[in-house]
Structures are given as structure tokens and as C-alpha cells.
């Protein structure tokens, strides 16, 4: 689809401040997208989403005392796929126990990663010497 290869990586205060910035940083990727065919309204308003909530996600549960100060997130867009990775430093947790949510009885918060689940095609999370990536991959 896209012909070049673009690599953003963003590091931002921990501050729930700049998750407009980071969500507009992934419409503005869609704009990028050479030769996509698809709804880029759609996919740019589905990168905002996924990367605001990935980010306000690791402000608010993932960051320990030693590296409370930033978020660390990378975007790589290739050919056919968008990559893009968000660090924490937090603990960590279980992907696949993460429960969905109660449609029944919705509560404010904990729909996060049901929304990125539920947008993109593949979401990772995986825990490494000295911190934790959140994979999130989108095909084009």
C-alpha cells in the first residue's frame, strides 16, 4: 500500500495532556499513507482512539516510581502493516485475562483494550528485561 517507510517515535510527559497529541499524531500518519485504498477517515479516527487509549492506559496503570515521568511510543508504517509499540515500565499484566466488558452494566473505564482488541488485528503484550511493549499492529 504505502511505498515509503516512515518511523515515529514519540516520547511524551506522563501527563494526560498530551494524549490529543498523540492521538492526532495517528491521523496525521493516515494522511502519509500512499496508495491506501481504504476508508482513511476511519482508520485515522481508529489511530487516535488505539493510541490515546494505549497511552492514557500506561499513564494511568503502568508506569513505576523510576520511570513515572514518561511514555515512550513507536510508530512504524511499512509497505502493508502499521506497528506500533507503547512501553511501560509498570509491573505488567496478563493480556488474555483481562476480562471484556459488561455491556449489561457499563462502567466507566475498562473498555481500553476491548476498543484496540476490536480495531486492529493484532495486540501483544509482552514483558521484557527492563520494561513491557504493547504491540499493536494494524494491516493495510
Excluded: W
Excluded at 492521538?23 to 494522511?31: A, D, F, L, T
Excluded at 523510576?66 to 509499540?85: A, E, F, P
Excluded at 466488558?101 to 503484550?125: A, K
Amino acid at each position: 500500500m504505502c511505498s515509503s517507510v516512515i518511523q515515529v517515535d514519540v516520547i511524551v510527559p506522563s501527563h494526560t495532556k498530551y494524549l490529543d497529541l498523540i492521538g492526532s499524531i495517528g491521523e496525521r500518519i493516515v494522511k502519509e499513507l500512499d496508495g491506501y485504498t481504504g476508508d482513511r477517515e476511519a482508520l485515522a479516527y481508529q489511530l487516535n482512539l488505539v493510541l490515546t487509549e494505549a497511552t492514557a492506559n500506561v499513564i494511568k496503570h503502568a508506569n513505576d516510581d523510576q520511570h513515572k515521568d514518561t511514555v515512550r511510543i513507536s510508530i512504524h508504517l511499512q509497505r502493508d502493516q502499521l506497528i506500533i509499540k507503547v512501553y511501560d515500565h509498570g509491573q505488567g499484566f496478563d493480556l488474555d485475562k483481562v476480562p471484556a466488558p459488561d455491556f449489561d452494566h457499563p462502567t466507566e473505564g475498562g473498555m481500553g483494550l476491548f476498543f484496540i482488541r476490536s480495531m486492529m488485528d493484532s495486540v501483544t503484550y509482552t514483558r521484557q528485561t527492563e520494561y513491557n511493549v504493547l504491540e499493536i499492529i494494524k494491516n493495510l
